[in-house]
């Protein structure tokens, strides 16, 4: 298994800035694809951003697109999100996940998540 733990959300005014972090355990972090997934009360999980393994390749959702980067140290196991501009539409719990193919990509092959993280951006 390939424990992760968010961490860095909070409650921010609109227009504010957060940066979240997902530390992952284990020594093959290097080598999967890792991705953000949020959950707003009363919606379904949705995509946010994916990376793939060794950071050159990235997606988001068009909702974030400009305004969130997704990023990856894999010298120190930690996955990133930095949010700008952020809007009370962005509140969530933010989830981190990784997939074993490295490629980020493919949605389905996310296996593993974290708990969650509360993101509240207000009005």
């Known amino acids: 298994q390939v424990p992760l733990v968010e961490s860095g959300g909070g409650l921010v005014k609109a227009g504010g800035s957060l940066t979240l972090s997902c530390a992952v355990s284990g020594r093959t972090f290097s080598g999967y694809g890792m991705g953000w997934f949020r959950q707003a009360p009363g919606k379904e999980r949705e995509f946010v951003a994916t990376?793939?393994?060794?950071?050159?390749?990235?997606s988001y959702a068009k909702s974030v697109k400009g305004r969130f980067t997704i990023s990856r140290d894999n010298t120190e196991n930690t996955l990133y999100l930095q949010m700008n501009s952020l809007k009370p539409e962005d509140t969530a719990v933010y989830y981190c996940?990784?997939?074993?193919?490295?490629?980020?990509?493919?949605?389905?092959?996310?296996?593993?998540w974290g708990q969650g993280t509360q993101v509240t951006v207000s009005s």
């Open positions: 990376i793939n393994w060794s950071g050159g390749r990235t």
């Open positions: 996940a990784a997939e074993p193919t490295g490629w980020g990509m493919l949605h389905s092959k996310y296996d593993y």
